[in-house]
């Protein structure tokens, strides 16, 4: 019995001395190492990631390093939450694993688990003869200092699945305990219960990974079939006409603003260029081409898509015998490095295209990755939530003055007597 006056709480109340006390936090270390997956992956520390890539072009490499050090720091002083987003193969679970690695380096108690697992693990307590009751198992999970899940989103979506998520999520949230989480889903697909708890930036830090598959080597070995900047192969900068002969004094000053806006976006790529203007023919597609070929000849990779084409193949993926799936088409455009969404406000204005184009804006505008969006629709027509994305810091809207090019010299201005 502890040695406190009768008003304390400890009051006639057993506890553990401190032998014993040594022994339940060794067994209890021990139960997490047991639930844990680490064995094959010990080896998946910082020292063993490349955090440069393996042959990627600079944008990614830097994403990628960025990623690193963000992990990197989560685990020298877990606090908050860390979501690794990314497709398969990028890197995720290695930085995930690292965590855990170096965590129990130091003697800290973790568990490492992949989602479908941890569900497992519970169901099991079910079984008759399970060695420990579901209500152990349970509080032992939602509990650990540090838990780190892999693979959000591949579970069953049952209700059960769902409801015992929400459940370590809520009651890790209320607590504050550290926790890392890694998915190949967007954040929409997510349970709303979950999501709205991953979703607090002032608690959690959310890392989009846009390297490739390291076990193909990190290299993109083809592009897009999704891409047709190989039909733009013409469309350079050297070729560009500013038609200085042809356009009025104004227009060609606004033309030659608008070519050096795209010449420096190609240099360096960042933020959102929204191009617009109602005449077709004027540029917007030229310059938004040349900027993706000018990255493309320095070894980056750029996804050039008409809005209208870019919507009939993710339909296409509903087709019986499609090998086609939705979720890796669409965060294959995502995900892009760069994306050139061409003519936008051309396409079928249907309800789920809309969804479709809100939830691709959305995910790009807040991962701040570089887009070139063109459009000949005034904005008032189009989606209210697409059009929000393009006013602020993040996103240069520039109108494109010029009428449709139709080569010769300087129009002549006729004036009203």
């Known amino acids: 019995m502890p040695d406190v006056l009768p008003d304390d709480p400890k009051f006639g109340r057993a506890v553990p001395c401190k032998c014993k006390r040594a022994e339940l936090e060794k067994k209890r270390n021990d139960n997490l190492v047991k639930l844990s997956q680490l064995g094959a992956l010990q080896s998946q520390t910082f020292a063993t990631f490349a955090p440069s890539g393996i042959g990627l072009p600079p944008d990614k490499a830097r994403n990628l390093a960025l990623a690193f050090e963000t992990a990197q720091r989560f685990a020298e002083q877990p606090e908050g939450w860390l979501m690794l987003r990314g497709g398969y193969g990028c890197g ?38 399970s060695a420990v009751s579901y209500d152990e198992r349970f509080e032992e999970i939602r509990n650990t200092p540090l838990l780190i899940l892999d693979d959000l989103g591949s579970q069953n979506q049952s209700d059960w699945a769902q409801e015992k998520l929400y459940q370590i999520f809520n009651y890790r949230y209320n607590a504050r305990l550290p926790t890392v989480v890694t998915t190949n889903e ?45 039909l733009h192969s013409d469309k350079t900068f050297e070729t560009f006409n500013l038609r200085s002969n042809e356009l009025l004094k104004n227009e060609a000053g606004n033309l030659k603003r608008a070519f050096d806006l795209l010449y420096q976006f190609g240099e360096e790529p960042n933020g959102w260029i929204v191009l617009t203007g109602q005449a077709y023919g004027n540029g917007k597609t030229h310059l938004a081409a040349a900027a993706a070929n000018n990255i493309a000849k320095r070894g980056g990779r750029a996804l050039f898509v008409v809005v209208p084409d870019l919507l009939d193949y993710l339909r296409a993926t509903f087709s019986p015998g499609t090998s086609a799936r939705l979720d890796k088409r669409f965060n294959e455009v995502k995900m892009a490095p760069l994306l050139i969404l061409d003519d936008l406000g051309t396409e079928s204005a249907t309800a789920w295209a809309r969804e479709k184009l809100y939830q691709l804006f959305n995910y790009r505008y807040n991962a701040k990755l570089p887009t070139i969006i063109t459009t000949a629709t005034p904005l008032e027509e189009i989606d209210p939530r697409l059009a929000s994305r393009f006013y602020g810091t993040f996103c240069t809207l520039f109108m494109i003055e010029a009428p449709t090019y139709r ?10 007597k």
């Open 92 to 129: 995720k679970t290695h930085l995930a694993a690292a965590i855990a690695n170096l965590q129990l380096e130091r003697g800290r108690r973790v568990m490492f688990i992949n989602t479908p697992d941890l569900l497992d693990h519970l169901r099991g307590t079910y079984r008759p003869g």
């Open 407 to 416: 080569g010769g010299s300087k129009r002549k201005v006729t004036r009203r």
């Open 186 to 230: 967007d954040l929409d697909s997510v349970e709303p219960r979950v999501r709205s708890r991953l979703s607090d930036l002032t608690f959690v830090k959310m890392v989009s990974i846009i390297a490739p598959d390291f076990r193909r080597g990190g290299l993109y070995h083809e592009d897009s079939d999704l891409s047709t900047l190989h």
